[in-house]
């Protein structure tokens, strides 16, 4: 298809002059590597409140939207800002992302059954540069609240917005904004790095340590990448399709037979360990140190939509890792006691929030692959030792307080002092009688 020089012109014009906005058809579309999830989730409610962008509409499913609109109109500003108003250079890379292969790659995202084939390539491009603009804008300024570079958008846009750039209908192939931060010379691991960090739900035990981060250029898009960025490791296939019986209930319960729980030193959902303690009686779960907010539900909800799609037994691991904390937490006192072990870092407002979303979550989510089976099957196990189970019983009915721990001492010592005297009194060598021994021998006939 011939491209239209006049009509290039234009749409760098109207970066270049915001005033000369132009306006695209919205296009409609679904596809193999970006989808639209609306057949997936089950629930029309939860598919308007989860998947659908609030105020910044990314690609073409949810572009020309009428509530989208207040940031899409800022979205030329902001692409000026990126190119520092050299027009030359913005024209320059619109030609190129105008040529036919990588046309043709980035439709090849969308399906070409749902995806309004008549939009011309200059149409998708212009949205494709002014989306990957407004990423790059975003991710290095405004979230961070550089008083000038956020000063247009209001506090609960930039808010509402970073969850926005991670649902799973509102991506861009990761290319075009690679070739934009080149065209711009701008430093892409450096701009994503820390606004990962910041967006990632597995958080560190310690400041120092360096959190996994995939290769952009092995990944389709933002949510690929943070997906990617929860596990440095595959998950294993020889156990993950097994299955056993669990008949635990809860934190509480598994608390309550000697298992205790804390966080792993690793930022990866990989690293769950299950270790017996000194004591035998005794056990310890690490599990990765999770963030629970306001925009944790719409991440998980959206990966797990990810992963329900692509079905890789490599990349299920959010889905077995929500299905494990359900199995774990049912009350908000099982809340409460990850929370205080600092497994669970929650700014919501109560544990009874928290213990709902992941009951809602976990809900009908059933994994055909298991990640954490043979932890699972640890815990089962020391679960049903009886000798556990009256160690632990006996530990809670006797030590359950100062006061009683002082009063078997007391018992313990009287018992040990009583076996000493009978000792003593029957097995102790006789001794050489002294001169008043027998003094009172001969005087009193002994």
């Known amino acids: 298809m011939p491209h239209n020089d006049d009509k290039i012109n234009e749409y760098v014009d109207s970066i270049i002059h ?14 193999k590597r970006i989808p639209q999830v609306r057949g997936i989730v089950s629930k029309e409610g939860d598919y308007e409140k989860y998947y659908v962008p609030k105020v910044v509409s990314i690609g073409p499913y949810h572009y020309g939207k009428e509530k989208l609109q207040a940031i899409q109109n800022l979205k030329p500003g902001f692409a000026k800002k990126i190119f520092k108003g050299k027009r030359e250079t913005l024209k320059s890379l619109y030609k190129k992302l105008l040529e036919p292969e990588m046309v043709n790659y980035l439709r090849g995202f969308y399906d070409e059954d749902s995806t309004n084939m008549n939009i011309s390539d200059t149409d998708f491009t212009y949205m494709m540069l002014l989306d990957s603009c407004f990423i790059l804008y975003y991710t290095q300024f405004i979230y961070f609240r ?7 958008l209001k506090s609960y846009q930039i808010v509402l917005a970073h969850q926005d750039l991670f649902l799973l209908e509102n991506q861009i192939p990761i290319e075009v904004i690679r070739q934009v931060a080149h065209m711009t010379e701008i430093d892409l691991e450096v701009s994503f790095r820390q606004f ?5 739900i597995v958080k560190p035990l310690w400041s120092n340590t360096k ?11 933002i949510l690929h990448v943070l997906h990617g960025s929860l596990t440095d490791s595959p998950m294993n296939e020889s156990s993950s399709h097994l299955r056993n019986a669990y008949n635990y209930r809860n934190v509480s319960e598994l608390v309550g037979v000697g298992i205790h729980f804390g966080p792993s030193s690793r930022m990866s959902l990989a690293h769950v360990e299950f270790s017996k303690g000194l004591l035998r009686f005794l056990a310890h779960v690490k599990l990765p ?26 990349d299920a691991w959010v889905t077995s890792y929500v299905c494990f904390l359900d199995s774990l937490i049912d009350h908000p006192d099982d809340v409460k006691i990850l929370r205080k072990s600092w497994v669970l870092e929650t700014s919501l407002g109560s544990d009874e929030e928290v213990a709902k979303l ?40 006797y030590f359950n307080s100062p006061w009683a721990i002082f009063a078997i001492l007391g018992a313990l010592i009287a018992v040990f002092l009583g076996c000493v005297q009978t000792y003593y009194t029957r097995w102790s060598p006789k001794g050489e009688c002294d001169d008043l021994c027998r003094f009172l021998k001969i005087y009193n006939h002994l």
């Open 358 to 397: 992941f009951n809602e979550i976990g809900t009908d989510l059933v994994p055909y692959y298991d990640a954490y089976f043979e932890t699972r099957h640890k815990i089962q196990k020391h679960y049903d030792s009886y000798r556990n189970t009256l160690f632990t019983q006996l530990k809670n009915e």
């Open 146 to 152: 550089s008083p000038e570079d956020s000063s247009k």
């Open 196 to 200: 990962l960090n910041e967006s990632r």
């Open 211 to 221: 959190p996994f981060l995939p290769e952009f250029k092995t990944c389709n898009h």
């Open 18 to 31: 915001p005033k000369a906005n132009a306006t695209l058809t919205p296009p409609q579309s679904s596809t």
């Open 289 to 314: 140190r999770i963030t629970v907010d306001d925009s944790t539900k719409y991440m998980l909800l959206n990966m797990i939509t990810y992963e329900t799609y692509f079905g890789s037994i490599k």
